[in-house]
C-alpha cells in the first residue's frame, strides 16, 4: 500500500507526523512525505522519500507584518477559550477567522501541486496534518480516504470554520473551484494528546501515543555528566522565532534572569542562529544549539518553553513539569490544558510583561515546580497516561482497513 503524508510547511506541523509514517515504513508499505519548500531540509532529515512542494502565497511584505501583529498583538484571551468559543468577542472571533482564511490561502497554493503528486505517484491513502487543507482536496480528487493527523490541542475551534461552526467561504471554493463536493469532515482524525488534555472529543477518533521527534541530533556529551544542581532547560519553539527573529527570545531572556538568581544549571535550547545573537547570558549557562527536545528533556528538572503543541507533548512524554510562557492565542491552549492536569503553571506574557516583579513571578514559578513534588507527580502520571496510548504501529493496521473499506 502506498501513504502520502502532507504537512503545512512548518516543522511543528510536519515532525508529529514523523513516527507514524515510519511505523507505516516499518510494516512494509510504501510512503512518501509531502511538504513545502521552505522546510526541505527539515524534510529530507527525517530519513524519508519525499515530496517537494513549491507553491506558496505570495504575500507582499505588508500582509506578512499584518500577519505578525495580529497574532503577537493580541491580549489574553478567556481561559479555556477553545472550549467555549462562545466566551470569546466579537474582534477574537474575527481574529479565527482571519488566522483560518491565511492558512486557506496555503492550502489553495498547494492543492494543485499535491493533486498532480498524487496523479503521479497513485497514493491508497492521504494522511495531512491538522491545517493542511490540501491534502482533503487531494484525496477528493483522487478517490482515496483522507485521515487527519492532530498535532496538539490547538486543533479545536476548527480553523476552517467561521464562529458559527459553517465552512469558510474561501474553504468551500478549495472543493468547488476544482469540480469538487466539499469534505466537511475527514473519514478519521488521528488525536494524539492524551485524553485528559483534549479540548474537545470527535467521532471517529483514531488514539496513538505521543512519540516525541523534533528532528535528528545528537546528545551533547556534557548531559552524560552527574548533575550537581536541578537542571531547567528553557526554549522557545521555531514559530515565534522565525516570525519575530531576535523578538522571540525577549520573554525567555526574562526568564533566563530570573532563573539565574537559583541554584541551578541552566540550558537554552534553540536554533544556533538565535544563539549567536543572545547576549549577557547567565554565567554557567549551557548552550544546545539545534538540538532535538527529546534527546535533552530526560535529563532535565524542569522546561521552561512558549506553548508550543510540539513542545509541551515532548516535555510530557519525558514526565517533565513545565512552565509555560505564553504570547498568542492559540500558545495559550496546551498550557492551560497542562496546568488544568496539574503537570505545570501557566503565564501570559501579556500580563507580566510590564509587572516589575515579572522575574519574581517568573522565579517563583519555577522554584514552585522544583520544591513542590505534586507537579512532579501529576507530570508522571501524564507521562504514563501517554504511554498507555497505542503506538504507532499498534494503528497501522487500523488506518489501512480504511482503504476499500
Not at 470554520?161 to 468547488?176: H, I
Not at 521555531?238 to 534572569?257: M, N, W
Amino acid at each position: 500500500m502506498r501513504v502520502l503524508f502532507a504537512s503545512h510547511g512548518a516543522a511543528p506541523h510536519l515532525y508529529p507526523m514523523v513516527p507514524l509514517a515510519w511505523a507505516f515504513r516499518a510494516a512494509g508499505h510504501e510512503v512518501r512525505l509531502a511538504s513545502q519548500t521552505r522546510i526541505r531540509d527539515q524534510l529530507v532529515r527525517c530519513g524519508l522519500p519525499a515530496f517537494e512542494i513549491s507553491g506558496a502565497p505570495q504575500w507582499t511584505d505588508a500582509q506578512r507584518r499584518e500577519t505578525v501583529n495580529t497574532i503577537y498583538r493580541q491580549g489574553p484571551w478567556p481561559p479555556r477559550w477553545a472550549r467555549d468559543p462562545g466566551a470569546l468577542t466579537g474582534a477574537q472571533r474575527a481574529y479565527l477567522e482571519f488566522i483560518g482564511r491565511r492558512l486557506i490561502a496555503t492550502a489553495e497554493a498547494m492543492a494543485d501541486e499535491l493533486i498532480l503528486i498524487g496523479l503521479a505517484w497513485r497514493p491508497d491513502l492521504i494522511v495531512y496534518d491538522q491545517i493542511t487543507f490540501a491534502g482533503e482536496v487531494a484525496a477528493a480528487r483522487l478517490g482515496v480516504p483522507a485521515v487527519r493527523h492532530l498535532c496538539g490541542t490547538v486543533a479545536f475551534p476548527r480553523a476552517e470554520f467561521d464562529a458559527t461552526g459553517e465552512p469558510l467561504a474561501e474553504y468551500a471554493r478549495l472543493f468547488s473551484s476544482r469540480g469538487l463536493p466539499m469534505v466537511r469532515d475527514p473519514l478519521a482524525w488521528v488525536d494524539m494528546t492524551p485524553p485528559s488534555m483534549r479540548v474537545a472529543s470527535v467521532p471517529n477518533t483514531v488514539d496513538v501515543r505521543y512519540v516525541p521527534y523534533n528532528g535528528a541530533g545528537t546528545v551533547p556529551d556534557w548531559l552524560a555528566e552527574p548533575a550537581r544542581r536541578p537542571r531547567v532547560c528553557v526554549t522557545w519553539g521555531h514559530t515565534a522565532a522565525i516570525a519575530l527573529g531576535d523578538e522571540a527570545s525577549r520573554p525567555f531572556l526574562l526568564a533566563l534572569e530570573a532563573i539565574a538568581e537559583l541554584d541551578v544549571e541552566i540550558i537554552v535550547v534553540t536554533t544556533a542562529e538565535q544563539i549567536e545573537r543572545l547576549t549577557g547570558l547567565p554565567p554557567g549557562t549551557r548552550t544546545a544549539a539545534s538540538a532535538p527536545l527529546h534527546l535533552i528533556l530526560p535529563y532535565c528538572d524542569v522546561l521552561v518553553q512558549q506553548g508550543g503543541d510540539g513542545t509541551t507533548l515532548t516535555a510530557a512524554s519525558c514526565g517533565v513539569p513545565q512552565l509555560a510562557i505564553s504570547r498568542k492565542p492559540d500558545a495559550e491552549v496546551s498550557p492551560g490544558q497542562l496546568a488544568g492536569v496539574g503537570a505545570g503553571i501557566h503565564l501570559r506574557y501579556q500580563e507580566i510583561r510590564d509587572d516589575p516583579d515579572a522575574a519574581k513571578i517568573i522565579r517563583t514559578a519555577v522554584e514552585r515546580l522544583l520544591s513542590e513534588p505534586r507537579y512532579r507527580d501529576a507530570a508522571r502520571r501524564l507521562r504514563a497516561e501517554i504511554e498507555r496510548q497505542p503506538a504507532p504501529a499498534e494503528i497501522v493496521p487500523t488506518l489501512t482497513s480504511l482503504v476499500g473499506g
